[in-house]
């Protein structure tokens, strides 16, 4: 079991920058890859970037792409989302997920097995 815990979520003006971080706690050994989602306000939950435990491989949903950079130390067990640029459509409750499998486009929500509580990010305009 892989229990994640994220912080750094807050209230933001337009243009600013945040950095979330996730850790992750228990048995991490049967972790390929973790992720970042989140859920807007009266919106479904959507994936925004992933990177491989191991491998360091990234891959970013187009709304993050050149403005969000996923990193980890899986030496801490830590995951980091630094967001830069941000707008208010970029607010939501941001997850961190872990999952044991990789696949080349790795959006789905339904292939990721722990899941963290979630921290809020607000972007004022």
């Known amino acids: 079991q892989v229990h994640l815990v994220e912080s750094g979520g807050t209230l933001v003006q337009t243009g600013g920058s945040l950095r979330l971080s996730c850790a992750a706690s228990g048995d991490t050994s049967d972790v390929y890859a973790m992720g970042w989602f989140r859920q807007g306000p009266g919106k479904e939950r959507e994936f925004v970037s992933a990177i491989m435990w191991i491998a360091g491989g990234t891959y970013y949903a187009a709304s993050a792409k050149g403005r969000f950079i996923i990193s980890r130390d899986n030496a801490k067990n830590t995951l980091w989302l630094q967001m830069n640029s941000l707008q208010p459509e970029d607010t939501a409750v941001y997850y961190c997920?872990?999952?044991?499998?990789?696949?080349?486009?790795?959006?789905?929500?339904?292939?990721?097995?722990?899941w963290g509580q979630g921290t809020q990010v607000t972007v004022s305009s």
């Open positions: 997920a872990a999952r044991r499998s990789w696949s080349i486009v790795p959006t789905d929500p339904n292939d990721y097995d722990y």
